[in-house]
């Protein structure tokens, strides 16, 4: 598949749809190509392996088009299985394998256009607990989901689709260009970098902040953080930076046109 030429549509019809206040058509358009029902065979194991926690400090992650969820186990070693609908199974291919001290996922398709890829595709991954563990995830189009996991950092790239993040104890950089990305149960004490070109971002932490910084801007769209004692240097509709105590985890969010919310749970 042409990936330069899928991820332009993409991002353009999904910009198109966001602006004219369809953002849900995204998932829509999502659920119909890659999600559950949208093929005409049964949902087959591609690929499975597995890797020694040893064996890497680093995973890295690539995929055209996939729903992506990444968990944590308190095993010794991850596991990563492919699934798709077994009619498009033979245009997919996967591999996975360790370079040096990288984990490194790769799945890429055969098929000219989505219209010929149709069916339903999950990427499941499963990680050991590691603090020091750095998590690279770049996606085309579909989804991008982590839940209850530890890592030093996870640095998340999708052209067209949700980014959804739970308890995800870490540093998050997260860039969306259109559709939506859902950061729950932050821990104030890590950092947040989200940019989305266009879309909303939600930021809601696990329990009131006792420090942070926030930047916060949305070029087209509102800004609302409802979080209690910031001193604020810019309180504006759009636009609000100000600092919650003293040296806290910086909280920084851009968004081309759409809205950003940052809450207590």
Not at 71 to 87: G, P, Y
Not at 157 to 177: C, F, M, S
């Amino acid at each position: 598949m042409n990936k330069l030429v899928m991820r332009a549509g993409i991002l353009i019809t999904g910009a198109m749809l966001l602006l004219a206040g369809c953002s849900s058509a995204i998932n829509v358009a999502s659920n119909s190509a890659i999600g559950k029902g949208s093929g005409k065979g049964e949902v087959v194991t591609h690929s499975v392996e597995s890797f020694e926690a040893a064996q890497f400090s680093k995973v890295n992650i690539q995929t055209e088009a996939m729903n992506i969820v990444i968990t944590q186990n308190d095993q010794d070693e991850a596991s990563v299985e492919l699934l798709t609908d077994e009619l498009i199974k033979d245009q997919i291919t996967f591999d996975a394998s360790i370079q040096g001290e990288v984990l490194e996922v790769n799945v890429s398709e055969r098929g000219k256009s989505m219209k010929d890829n149709s069916g339903e595709r999950t990427l499941l991954i499963t990680l050991p607990t590691n603090e020091e563990l750095a998590l690279n995830v770049s996606n085309a189009f579909g989804s991008i989901k982590l839940e209850d996991l530890v890592l030093d950092e996870a640095t998340l790239e999708l052209n067209a689709g949700n980014i959804y993040t739970n308890k995800v104890i870490g540093h998050i950089d997260a860039t969306v260009n259109a559709g939506e990305l859902e950061i729950l149960k932050a821990k104030s004490e890590h950092g947040i970098l989200a940019h989305v070109d266009a879309g909303n971002i939600k930021v809601e932490y696990d329990g009131a902040p006792q420090q942070a910084s926030y930047d916060l801007r949305a070029e087209v769209g509102t800004v609302k953080l409802t979080v209690d004692d910031v001193d604020y240097s810019l309180n504006k509709k759009n636009e609000i930076q100000g600092k919650l105590g003293s040296n806290g985890a910086v909280v920084q969010a851009r968004v081309n046109v759409g809205n950003i919310s940052v809450t207590v749970k």
